[in-house]
C-alpha cells in the first residue's frame, strides 16, 4: 500500500523540534504579558463573508488563498489570519462597551492556499496582538519598538524596520487613483499579474518584485504627497517616539501591504535574508482604524501585528535545551522495578522529570537511553542496593558515582538537580532581556 503522506504545505512538527517551537512562543508570550496583552483564542473556522469584508475582495488572499467551503449551505472559511476573527469577535461581544482600551494577543495555526518554499506554507503559525481603542501613535511606536526588542532577544540577525503611512480611505482613494494614471501609459510595459492589479489594485504594484514593474513605479508619486495634515502629524509623532526610544527603522514609502484593511501606520520586520531570501518579512502589521466600524461595531481604532512563526524559527539562533529528562531510573532485574517506579514517582513529585526504564535492559543499554534524552543522573537500582536500601546515583556531567541510602538519596538528588535548573533557566532568560 501507499503510505499517505501530510497535505502539501502543511508540516509536522516533531518532539525533536518542539523545544525551539517552546522557546520562541515563550518569548513572546513573555513579552506580551509584559506589555500587558491578554489571550484571546477564537475558531478556526469563520464566515466566508467575515474575511471578504475585514480584508477587500482585491487582495490575493482573498481572491485566490483561502480555503474555502459551503456546509450544509454555510459559507465558512479556515481563517488565513487572525486579525478579521478577533475584531469579529470583539464587536460580537461587545468589548467596547467594557473597556476603553483592549490588548489582545492570540497563537495559532492560519492557512492560505500558497505555492510552498521555504518560509511559506499552507498551514502556518501566527503569534498575533491587536490593540483596540487606542488610536495611537504611542502604542504604534511601543508595538514597534517591542518586537524589534523580541527579534534581538531571539538573535534574529539583520533585523530591518520598515515603517510607513497610508493614510485613511480618501488618501488612499486618492492615491489609488494618482497611481493608475501614472501607470496606466506604461501599461503594456507591466508584468501580466500587475497589469491585472492596474483595474483591481494598482497599490500593490508598488509591491512588486518584478523588474518591469519596478521601473514603472520607479518615478510614480508617492503617497507621502496625498496624507492630510492629520495623518501627516500621526506618522511625524511615530517616528518621533521611534527616534526617542533608539528603535532603528526606515520609512518605505513603497511599502503597502497585501490586505487593504489598512490605515495610517503599516510596519514590517525583516531579518536573515541569508536563510529566508525574499521572503524573509518576519512580522507584518499596522493601523485598521475602520474595520470594527465596518464589521457593524462602533467607530473603534485599532492596530496590530502577526509573526509567522515557521520563519522565525528559521531566523532565529536560539537553541532549545536538548534534555528531556533529569533523572533516569534504572532498575537491573524485575525485582528493582517496582522500587524503580515508586522512586521515579517520589521524583516526580517533587518537580523532576524522570523516566524509568522499565523493560529490564541491561545497564549499559540504560546509560545510553539516559544519553539520548540527556538526563544528568542516573539511578541505579540493583539486587544489593534492594538489599541495603540505597541507591547508586551516577552523575553523567561530573563523572561521579556514589551510593547513597534510599532516604537521602530522594533529598540530594532534588537539591542538585534544582540548583542545576536555576542555573539553566537564568542563562535561558538573559537573551530576552538583551536589548539592541
Ligand atoms: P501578513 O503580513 O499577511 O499579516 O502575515 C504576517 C506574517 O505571517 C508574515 O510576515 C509571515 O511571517 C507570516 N506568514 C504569512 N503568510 C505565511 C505563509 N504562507 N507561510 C508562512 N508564514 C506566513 C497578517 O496576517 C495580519 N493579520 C497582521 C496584522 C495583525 N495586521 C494587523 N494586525
Not at 518554499?117 to 519598538?145: K, L, N, W
Request: with cysteine; glycine share 8%; charged share 25%.
Amino acid at each position: 500500500m501507499t503510505p499517505l503522506r501530510a497535505v502539501k504545505g502543511m508540516n509536522d512538527v516533531l518532539p525533536d523540534e518542539v523545544g525551539r517551537w517552546q522557546r520562541i512562543e515563550q518569548a513572546f508570550v513573555q513579552t506580551l504579558s509584559l506589555h500587558a496583552f491578554r489571550e484571546v483564542r477564537t475558531p478556526y473556522v469563520e464566515p466566508t463573508p467575515l474575511f471578504v469584508r475585514a480584508m477587500g475582495e482585491g487582495t490575493d488572499v482573498v481572491e485566490k488563498e483561502m480555503y474555502s467551503f459551503v456546509h450544509h449551505g454555510d459559507e465558512l472559511t479556515l481563517r488565513p489570519e487572525g486579525t478579521a476573527g478577533a475584531a469579529r469577535a470583539y464587536v460580537e461581544h461587545s468589548v467596547h462597551s467594557r473597556e476603553p482600551v483592549t490588548r489582545w494577543w492570540y497563537i495559532g495555526p492560519m492557512f492560505r492556499a500558497e505555492r510552498p518554499q521555504r518560509g511559506r506554507y499552507r498551514q502556518f503559525t501566527q503569534v498575533g496582538a491587536e490593540i483596540f481603542g487606542d488610536e495611537g501613535p504611542g502604542s504604534d511606536a511601543e508595538m514597534i519598538d517591542m518586537l524589534v526588542g523580541l527579534c534581538t532577544a531571539l538573535r534574529v540577525p539583520g533585523v530591518e524596520v520598515l515603517v510607513n503611512s497610508l493614510g485613511g480611505p480618501a488618501t488612499r482613494a486618492q492615491y489609488r487613483d494618482a497611481l493608475a494614471a501614472h501607470l496606466a501609459p506604461k501599461a503594456a510595459s507591466l508584468s501580466p499579474d500587475s497589469l491585472r492589479r492596474l483595474s483591481t489594485n494598482p497599490l500593490r504594484i508598488l509591491d512588486s518584485k518584478d523588474e518591469r514593474d519596478r521601473a514603472a513605479v520607479a518615478d510614480a508619486p508617492t503617497i507621502h504627497e496625498f496624507l492630510g495634515d492629520a495623518d501627516r502629524q500621526h506618522f511625524a509623532k511615530l517616528r518621533e517616539y521611534l527616534d526617542a526610544l533608539g528603535t532603528p527603522y526606515s520609512v518605505d514609502a513603497g511599502l503597502v501591504r497585501g490586505l487593504d484593511y489598512y490605515t495610517r501606520t503599516l510596519f514590517e520586520i525583516k531579518g536573515a535574508a541569508d536563510k529566508l531570501g525574499a521572503g524573509n518579512t518576519l512580522v507584518g502589521g499596522g493601523r485598521y482604524d475602520g474595520m470594527i466600524a465596518d464589521l457593524g461595531g462602533p467607530r473603534v481604532p485599532a492596530l496590530g501585528f502577526a509573526a509567522g512563526l515557521e520563519r522565525l524559527l528559521i531566523a532565529s539562533a536560539v537553541e532549545s535545551s536538548a534534555a528531556v529528562i533529569d533523572a533516569l531510573v534504572a532498575p537491573i532485574g524485575p525485582d528493582a522495578i517496582g522500587p524503580g517506579l515508586a522512586l521515579a514517582r517520589e521524583l516526580r513529585a517533587e518537580g523532576i522529570r524522570c523516566e524509568v526504564d522499565a523493560r529490564g535492559s541491561s545497564l549499559k543499554s540504560q546509560l545510553r537511553r539516559a544519553n539520548l534524552l540527556g538526563a544528568r543522573l542516573v539511578l541505579i537500582l540493583g539486587e544489593s542496593e534492594l538489599r541495603e536500601n540505597s541507591v547508586q546515583v551516577k552523575d553523567l556531567e561530573a563523572h561521579t558515582q556514589e551510593r547513597m541510602a534510599r532516604d537521602q538519596a530522594l533529598r540530594i538528588v532534588v537539591d542538585r538537580l534544582l540548583a542545576a535548573s536555576r542555573t539553566v533557566d537564568a542563562a535561558a532568560s538573559q537573551p530576552i532581556r538583551e536589548r539592541p
